[in-house]
């Protein structure tokens, strides 16, 4: 079981190396030629790229910040992007 640990391992990727390997095994599993094994372990390795990159992109939004203008439209501060 270490060895499939270490494979789905994806936690020191960028969100565009995760991508780009995603859409990769996506257009391998489209075109239908891989064996059965391996459709399953680049599938579970899918998944792991996929949870990855959602928690890339949740930690980009929660450092995402509003400007806030005062009444004359000059910038006052900053809040964050949801908290309207």
Known sequence: ???????????????????AELES?????????????????????????????EKLLAAAENRIEKIRLDRAGKPQGVEPLDGE
């Not at 079981?1 to 991508?19: N, R």
């Not at 489209?30 to 949870?51: H, Q, T």
């Open 1 to 19: 079981m270490t060895e499939t640990a270490e494979i789905i391992d994806v936690s020191g990727y960028t969100f565009e190396k995760a991508v």
């Open 25 to 53: 095994i996506v257009a391998r599993l489209e075109r239908g030629d891989v064996a059965l094994d391996e459709s399953i372990a680049i599938y579970e390795r899918g998944e792991a790229l996929k949870k990855h990159c």
